[in-house]
């Protein structure tokens, strides 16, 4: 059965589907009813069978165009998004037309960003196929992408039309690539999501496995807890900060890394062990509550080797996180209730030495 969750406010509000399968005809149909062509973003990554069933299911009354850009990071650029935007022009798209990202988080963030800027805004379509981007970056209307001096510096606001999430398409995804997607998950269970957490506390072996009821479960529910989030504040002014818990030492090591040879989750994985540690010294937490997440993300095969980055060569990346404003850092730390809360009242002499504790 699939479930369906409501995300936003007003006339911008759309729906998330999930299930095993959720590009049916039906589901299609009803959210393509109002455009007479079609483009589709991809990328070179994704399964082919993937889009052949999207193209079937999509039936032959419509247009449809593909665009498969080079999978990886380093595509969500400005060269990429002036394609889009070219093929957009070249085959005459108008307002009543619609835009499809079927992929992970880098595909669904530039074709976000395309629909957005486009003619001021035509509709686009979520399918995401990484765990990654079922679990976050498809929910909650962040579109962006990179340019030279920084990872999502350019971007806007802007709400998908349906995002229609199937749970099968995590089968074909590469180990590191689903433990990417599995960080997140952790994280939503450190923003109050108690039946996250017991999942993964006591059917870690299931997760691993991919089983696939436990991970509609968890699927479903971190969209609920990103969902609660953003529709009470969809523009960041606020409570939407939190799902940025482990991000702002996330984003400093992904750009330590060249933003090659690191999944986005791995890095917010380190980033969750490096602010929970900053919270026990700041006498936010006990130390068994980072061991425990500690041995959730062991308990996930997840890497936890953090250590292997030293603050020295971390700290220059962090005063180029969004997250600064006027000059000062904002942070994410979790308190007694392991909920995250922004803060920027912290003893940063105490983030060289988190990054030496175990
Ligand atoms: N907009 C947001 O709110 C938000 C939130 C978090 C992350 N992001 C962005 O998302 C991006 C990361 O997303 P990602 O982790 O999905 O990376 P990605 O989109 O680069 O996908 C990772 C790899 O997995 C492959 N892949 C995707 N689905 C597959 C499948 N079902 N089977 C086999 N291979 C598959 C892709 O081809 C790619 O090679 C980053 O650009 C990040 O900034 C955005």
Known sequence: MAKIIHVGKGSTSYKVIVSNNSLTKSNLKEATKSSRKILIVTDSG?????????KENLGKEKKVYVHTIPMGETSKSFEEYM???EKLAKQNFDRSDLLIALGGGM??????FSASSYLRGIDFIQIPTSLLAQVDSSVGGKTAINIKQGKNLVGAFYNPKIVLVSTSFLKSLKDSEFSSGLGEIVKYSYLGNKKIKNILKNKANKVIKRD???????VV???????RIVT???KENGIRAILNLGHTFGHAIEAKCGY??????????????????????????????????????????????FQQFKYTEIRKYLKNDKKVSSGKLSLILLNKGLTGYKTDKFDSSNFSKAFKIN
């Open 46 to 54: 994704i399964p082919k069978a993937y889009l052949k069933s999207l």
């Open 83 to 85: 394609k889009i935007l």
């Open 107 to 112: 595909v669904g963030d530039i074709t976000g």
């Open 212 to 218: 696939s009821k436990i991970m509609e479960e968890l």
């Open 221 to 227: 529910e971190s969209i609920k807890t990103k969902s």
């Open 232 to 234: 009470s504040d969809e």
């Open 260 to 305: 090659k040879n690191i999944p986005h989750g791995q890095a917010v994985i380190y980033g969750m062990q490096i602010v929970a540690r900053i919270s026990f010294l700041e006498g936010l937490i006990e130390k068994e509550d980072y061991i425990e997440m500690d041995e959730i993300l062991s308990s996930l095969n997840l890497d936890t080797n």
